[in-house]
Every structure is written in structure tokens, then in C-alpha cells.
């Protein structure tokens, strides 16, 4: 089976420390902890930025040329940039992008509509547009991620278009309280949607977290983990590092028999230059 590439998304933008005590919030603290995610086995770091003092969400492009060049200059780790704005906040489509100017190797390709965080997560075609057409310049592989089987369609319809391109890779999001159920009937019919030769991987939001992993990691499939979908690190326990996450889930795959894609590996997978 091919080896599991592991996605730490090590902040996010909505949980703050009055839920999620041990959350990142600066640049230095959110560099920290991709590097023991990294060191840990993860391949990929997912990034959000966010206010120092408040803790909000931001797409400060300064905020992310001080997380993004530290990885670049003390890791091999491939850097996966959101793009996804603050849910109920309307940012201007070009604010959404400036995380691009630093090219990373990946970036979020949110492909549709949702509510989400109390508000609505606005994709609308003409942002994905935009988003497809910068990231294909800039040679920035898309995360396409899908919080419902309708986002697969946008994805397909847009890569038919010329706008996507193969090898696809599609992050399901399961488990949000408007999205796709975290149940393995769903992740299995999003997996049956998808095009022969594309690259998948699962997060299970909470409870979900581990038994989506688990489906993932028999199905040959990759993992998404971390504190931006799941604080606890078991039932009434928090997590202190988003690396526990990532050293569990070694530990499991090892002892299943499936070996921990490195970055350069997982580059290969995902048809990234190494």
C-alpha cells in the first residue's frame, strides 16, 4: 500500500484559548509546532495565521513570511498555505490570495459555499476562478477541499475546464455541523466520486478524528490532524501538541504494516518537484 502522508493543521482560525489552551497563536509558536509535527513524521503543515494578541484569524501575508520562512530555512516540510479567509467575515477576494505571493507548494482550494463557524464560508465561481488561475501560475497545487459531495462536482466540472489538473488532491472535511457526516458510508461515497489516479485524504472534526483516520489509513488513503479539527487528544483529555497527534498515528501505521511518506516522498505522490 502507498506509504500515508500526514497533514498536521496545527492552528486553524476559530478555536481560541478559552476552549483551546495550548492552540498556537503567533508566528513563533505556530512554527514550533510544525517543526515537532515535521519531526514527529508529519509530510505537510497546514497553515493558518493569526492575530498575536487576539488570537483571531488573519491573511496577513506578513504573519506568514514569518511562519513560512522559518520552515523553509529548518525543514524539507511541504507548506500548504490557506486561502480561506475568517468564516463570517467578507474579505476581499485578493486579501484571500496574498498567501500565495510567497509560493508555497500547496495552498487550500476551498471548492464551494458553507456555513460554517456562525457564519457563511463564501466560495462563490468567481473566487474559485481567480484561485485556480493564480495557483496555476504560480505552479501552487491546490487542496481542493470538500466539506460535501457537491464540491467534488464544482472541482470535476472546473478541472474538465482546463483550470485543474492531474494529479488531483482532495482533502475531505467530514463532520462540520452543515457538511457531510463523519460516518464511513459517507467517506466512502465521496471516495467513489473522485477520479481514478486522485489523492485523497480524511478529517474527522472532534469524536470523528480518530475512527476517520482509522478509515483512511485501511483504505489507502492519507490523514489530516491536529488542533484546527480536534482539541482533544482523547475522551476529556486536551492535547498539549498537535506532534501527539502525529507521533499516535505513526505509531498505529507502523504497528498496521504502512509505512510514513517523508516530505520528498510524499511530493512524489502528490506530483510536487522535489
Given at each position: 500500500?502507498?506509504?500515508?502522508?500526514?497533514?498536521?493543521?496545527?492552528?486553524?482560525?476559530?478555536?481560541?484559548?478559552?476552549?483551546?489552551?495550548?492552540?498556537?497563536?503567533?508566528?513563533?509558536?505556530?512554527?514550533?509546532?510544525?517543526?515537532?509535527?515535521?519531526?514527529?513524521?508529519?509530510?505537510?503543515?497546514?497553515?493558518?495565521?493569526?492575530?498575536?494578541?487576539?488570537?483571531?484569524?488573519?491573511?496577513?501575508?506578513?504573519?506568514?513570511?514569518?511562519?513560512?520562512?522559518?520552515?523553509?530555512?529548518?525543514?524539507?516540510?511541504?507548506?500548504?498555505?490557506?486561502?480561506?479567509?475568517?468564516?463570517?467575515?467578507?474579505?476581499?477576494?485578493?486579501?484571500?490570495?496574498?498567501?500565495?505571493?510567497?509560493?508555497?507548494?500547496?495552498?487550500?482550494?476551498?471548492?464551494?459555499?458553507?456555513?460554517?463557524?456562525?457564519?457563511?464560508?463564501?466560495?462563490?465561481?468567481?473566487?474559485?476562478?481567480?484561485?485556480?488561475?493564480?495557483?496555476?501560475?504560480?505552479?501552487?497545487?491546490?487542496?481542493?477541499?470538500?466539506?460535501?459531495?457537491?464540491?467534488?462536482?464544482?472541482?470535476?466540472?472546473?478541472?474538465?475546464?482546463?483550470?485543474?489538473?492531474?494529479?488531483?488532491?482532495?482533502?475531505?472535511?467530514?463532520?462540520?455541523?452543515?457538511?457531510?457526516?463523519?460516518?464511513?458510508?459517507?467517506?466512502?461515497?465521496?471516495?467513489?466520486?473522485?477520479?481514478?489516479?486522485?489523492?485523497?485524504?480524511?478529517?474527522?472534526?472532534?469524536?470523528?478524528?480518530?475512527?476517520?483516520?482509522?478509515?483512511?489509513?485501511?483504505?489507502?488513503?492519507?490523514?489530516?490532524?491536529?488542533?484546527?479539527?480536534?482539541?482533544y487528544y482523547e475522551r476529556g483529555v486536551l492535547?498539549?501538541?498537535?506532534?501527539?497527534?502525529?507521533?499516535?498515528?505513526?505509531?498505529?501505521?507502523?504497528?498496521?504494516?504502512?509505512?510514513?511518506?517523508?516530505?520528498?516522498?510524499?511530493?512524489?505522490?502528490?506530483?510536487?518537484?522535489?
Amino acid at each position: 500500500m502507498e506509504k500515508l502522508i500526514i497533514n498536521a493543521a496545527v492552528t486553524g482560525s476559530r478555536n481560541l484559548r478559552d476552549i483551546a489552551p495550548y492552540i498556537p497563536y503567533t508566528p513563533e509558536e505556530i512554527v514550533q509546532s510544525s517543526i515537532e509535527c515535521w519531526k514527529a513524521g508529519a509530510a505537510i503543515v497546514h497553515i493558518h495565521v493569526r492575530d498575536p494578541e487576539t488570537g483571531l484569524g488573519e491573511q496577513d501575508p506578513e504573519l506568514f513570511r514569518q511562519v513560512v520562512e522559518p520552515l523553509r530555512e529548518q525543514t524539507d516540510v511541504i507548506v500548504n498555505l490557506t486561502t480561506s479567509g475568517i468564516a463570517g467575515r467578507n474579505l476581499p477576494m485578493a486579501d484571500r490570495l496574498k498567501s500565495l505571493e510567497l509560493k508555497p507548494d500547496m495552498a487550500s482550494f476551498d471548492a464551494g459555499s458553507i456555513n460554517l463557524g456562525g457564519g457563511v464560508f463564501i466560495n462563490p465561481p468567481d473566487f474559485l476562478d481567480l484561485a485556480a488561475g493564480q495557483m496555476k501560475r504560480l505552479k501552487v497545487k491546490p487542496e481542493i477541499e470538500v466539506f460535501d459531495s457537491g464540491m467534488i462536482t464544482t472541482a470535476l466540472a472546473m478541472k474538465k475546464k482546463g483550470q485543474l489538473e492531474d494529479p488531483m488532491y482532495f482533502q475531505f472535511v467530514l463532520g462540520t455541523p452543515s457538511g457531510a457526516v463523519a460516518t464511513p458510508q459517507s467517506l466512502l461515497h465521496l471516495t467513489e466520486l473522485i477520479p481514478e489516479g486522485s489523492i485523497w485524504s480524511v478529517t474527522g472534526m472532534g469524536k470523528a478524528h480518530l475512527p476517520m483516520s482509522m478509515m483512511a489509513l485501511a483504505m489507502g488513503g492519507h490523514i489530516r490532524l491536529g488542533m484546527e479539527d480536534n482539541l482533544y487528544y482523547e475522551r476529556g483529555v486536551l492535547a498539549k501538541t498537535n506532534a501527539q497527534f502525529v507521533e499516535r498515528i505513526v505509531r498505529i501505521s507502523e504497528e498496521y504494516g504502512r509505512g510514513i511518506a517523508s516530505p520528498d516522498e510524499a511530493r512524489k505522490i502528490l506530483g510536487l518537484p522535489i
